[in-house]
């Protein structure tokens, strides 16, 4: 089938009722990983890169690494821009083939936020998912955390989708990125920005939150949730215990194996916990 639009992986999701996983890969283990889960469950999921981890390899290689493993999967999936910060993040990723965008201003005031969003959305052809954040996301994520946390305010929720023209909306609502203790959703005011938004909305910070929240979230208008450290967890941890079992371990491949493993058992639980009826 090979890569699909943002739009067609949000809309299998809402007629089928699920809710897509969106997991980050920056290399050839986390990807066939990631792959190997959305096989074994079938379920419409996006494969996601932030400009921060793109420095590694470029969109280009993301790319083409991510629509060849894909080739040959009867499952839709789109390829996304996590967290851009600038329009030329956004449109190097469109130049490379990604099909799904999402335009991270929300480190700007109100108006700005706008501005960058519709500029973006005018860079992204009509098919593809445009993702913007109103309220601002806590956390560090590769070390960047937002210069300041604030929830999503309901009341701007419908004039903010309205006028950036966006698909999806990332929602600060109690969610916050990486490994902070203790964190939980509220989910009143989920459900009230909900109740404003037309859109589905999006949670980023899924490796941190209870799977009791996670396997409810598709009650309450969510169509994406963001899924990044429990994979990278996944891999270092696979690599480093296998230096701790033997410091002279020179066997790379079947450790790199292994971490696909690993990977593909994070990523495929995640996907069951977030829809339970799968
Ligand atoms: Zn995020």
Do not use: W
Not at 100 to 123: C, E, F, K, P, T
């Amino acid at each position: 089938m090979g890569l699909v639009s943002g739009l067609e992986v949000i809309e299998q999701c809402m007629s089928r009722g699920l809710v897509a996983g969106a997991f980050n890969t920056t290399n050839i283990e986390t990807t066939m990983g990631i792959v190997a889960a959305i096989e074994n469950t079938g379920v419409p999921t996006f494969i996601q890169v932030a400009p921060t981890n793109a420095v590694l390899s470029g969109y280009d290689y993301i790319y083409d690494m991510v629509s060849r493993r894909l080739a040959a999967v009867d499952v839709p999936v789109a390829l996304h821009l996590d967290h851009g910060r600038t329009l030329d993040d956004v449109s190097a990723s469109l130049a490379a083939g990604f099909t799904s965008i999402m335009m991270d201003a929300s480190g700007h005031d109100y108006d700005q936020n706008v501005s960058l969003s519709q500029q973006a959305r005018r860079l992204t052809p009509p098919r593809y998912a445009l993702e913007v954040e109103l309220g601002s996301i806590g956390g560090k994520e590769d070390d960047l955390g937002p210069e300041r946390e604030a929830t999503t305010d309901p009341a701007q929720v419908a004039a903010f989708v309205e006028a950036t023209g966006c698909q999806m909306l990332a929602v600060s609502v109690g969610n916050v990125h990486g490994y902070a203790p203790d964190v939980r959703i509220d989910m009143d005011l989920l459900r009230r920005v909900q109740e404003a938004s037309a859109v589905p909305l999006v949670i980023h910070g899924g490796s941190g939150l209870p799977a009791e929240q996670l396997g409810r979230l598709h009650e309450y208008g969510v169509v994406k949730v963001n899924v990044a450290s429990d994979l990278r967890n996944a891999m270092i941890r696979t690599f480093g215990e296998a230096y701790v079992a033997n410091p002279k371990e020179y066997a790379l491949i079947r450790v790199s194996r292994a971490a696909v493993g690993a990977i593909t058992d994070v990523v495929e639980s995640r996907i069951r916990t977030l829809n339970p009826g799968i």
